[in-house]
């Protein structure tokens, strides 16, 4: 039975960066390999939730992809950085599995999986008067309002951050990868634009057409919230 | 309202393009003059950061568990194994 205790040698390797732990792991270091596990296993595992409904499939795409990591590391040239080359691998194989099961699943009404390509706007077109409006044409009729009126506490209340976490949960798989590692993660978007194996345009797409449904689902619940306390 | 005049309903679909800095400076220069003169187009781009603000503490914190690891370290035992020396 491997012992996964951490060692004061795995609590070092922790401390070290990816590059330094890619050099250890390319000397066969044990440790190294374990902080990098606990580094971008839970990020990986929530990726490929994404892409893949059923969860032990989802960590079998984690497994495959370490493994995979494993025995691409020798041919590894270090042209894109270590994470993001872990993570091209780990979309490319979740998008395929995910693809397989929704074509194996009777019930594949998945709404996550839609097209991308045939987006709404980013905003209702009926919150605009029409293109033909003599004065003021494509402006709002509904004007969005002043967030800064609102309390902080509510902003980043558990409920509020719930709706989000629900809000991004049901983008579809690609914009869900997008907004967690850019807006979560933090990653640049060269970063992501290489994990994804997308264009610097597309990834924008991808990003625009993500935050633009999380605000419009804050909105909504901020608004209700605003009627409801004036009633 | 003159033909250069953006109109807010494309201005809502640029604001990512103008947060990430990519829009072209003539655009950019659009983008900005309409903002000084429509508040709830300022009011939409303040909702847009705050999004982007709230999204980035949306994580739950809880600590994850990763899955299979004695089954992973295992299988790097065995590519260490197989490394040449």
């Known amino acids: 039975m491997p012992s996964t205790q951490a060692t004061p040698r795995r609590r070092e390797a922790h401390l070290l960066d990816d590059e330094r732990l890619l050099e250890a792991l390319r000397q066969g270091d044990e440790d190294a390999f374990m902080a990098l596990v606990d580094r971008y296993g839970a990020l990986m595992l929530r990726v490929a939730s994404m ?3 059923t969860p032990s499939v989802a960590e079998e795409v984690v497994q495959e992809t370490w493994l995979a990591v494993l025995e691409g590391i020798g041919r590894f ?6 994470k993001t080359w872990m993570f091209r691998i780990l979309s490319n194989r979740a998008k395929t599995r995910g693809e397989r099961e929704a074509r194996c699943l009777p019930f594949s009404s998945c709404a996550a999986a839609g097209d991308e390509d045939d987006d709404g706007p980013a905003v209702d077109a009926d919150r605009f008067l029409s293109a033909d409006h003599p004065q ?4 709002w009729a509904a004007a969005p309002r002043d967030w800064s009126t609102v309390p902080e506490v509510r902003l980043v209340s558990r409920e509020t951050l719930g709706l989000i ?3 991004i949960g049901r983008l579809p798989d690609r914009q869900q990868e997008v907004i967690l590692l850019r807006d979560v993660e933090g990653w640049s978007s060269e970063e992501v634009c290489e994990a994804l194996a997308v264009s610097e345009v ?3 797409v991808l990003l625009h057409r993500a935050r633009s449904k999380v605000r419009a689902a804050l909105e909504h619940y901020l608004d209700d919230a605003a009627i409801g306390a004036v009633a | 309202m003159s ?3 953006l109109a807010c309903q494309e201005l809502v679909e640029l604001v990512t393009s103008y947060l990430e800095g990519r829009l072209p400076r003539g655009e950019r220069r659009r983008f900005e003059r309409h903002l000084g003169e429509c508040e709830p187009c300022v009011h ?3 909702q847009m950061r705050e999004t982007i603000r709230l999204v980035g503490r949306s994580a739950t914190g809880d600590p994850e568990r990763v899955p299979g690891i004695d089954r992973l370290l295992d299988a790097f035992r065995d590519w260490n194994r197989e490394q040449p020396a």
């Open chain 1, 202 to 204: 597309n990834q924008r």
């Open chain 2, 44 to 46: 939409y781009v303040e």
């Open chain 2, 3 to 5: 033909a250069d005049d």
């Open chain 1, 136 to 139: 003021w044409p494509g402006h």
């Open chain 1, 77 to 82: 040239e270090g042209r894109s950085t270590l």
């Open chain 1, 165 to 167: 976490r629900d809000a």
């Open chain 1, 51 to 53: 892409y893949v409904r």
